[in-house]
């Protein structure tokens, strides 16, 4: 037998001054693996507690910490901070878009239910 469910996905975005306040969370469906992507230019330096990296053109960096900053080549900063880290599931998860060749890609995965909060802020 075939069961169906809604799946309800909320997003809130709230600017600041310099950046961005997201609050993101789904209701409905269980155990479902959704995925936040932020396309990024390529070429810049990913830090974070464990991890220190160029994200060349076609990066595509599963996030597993809750603070890590993104650095652009003119020294421009994006820090983000928050958001979810359920698993490191394949970039291709079923009934996505692969990530974009021209660019890199930073990934926050989680699985249905969830609520998470994530700030961009640009320094």
Known sequence: SVSMQD???YVDVTPTDNGAQLHVRSA???NVPVKLEFILEP?????S???EM???KG???YQKCTDAVYQYDDHRELHI???CFAHAYGENMRGTLPGEAANACIALTAYTPFETAV???FN
């Open 54 to 56: 160029v994200l060349r």
């Open 43 to 47: 070429d810049g330096h990913y830090c």
């Open 81 to 83: 901070v928050g958001g």
């Open 28 to 30: 409905g469906c269980e």
């Open 49 to 51: 507690n464990d991890v």
């Open 59 to 61: 990066a595509y960096l």
């Open 7 to 9: 799946f309800d996905l």
């Open 119 to 121: 700030s961009l802020t």
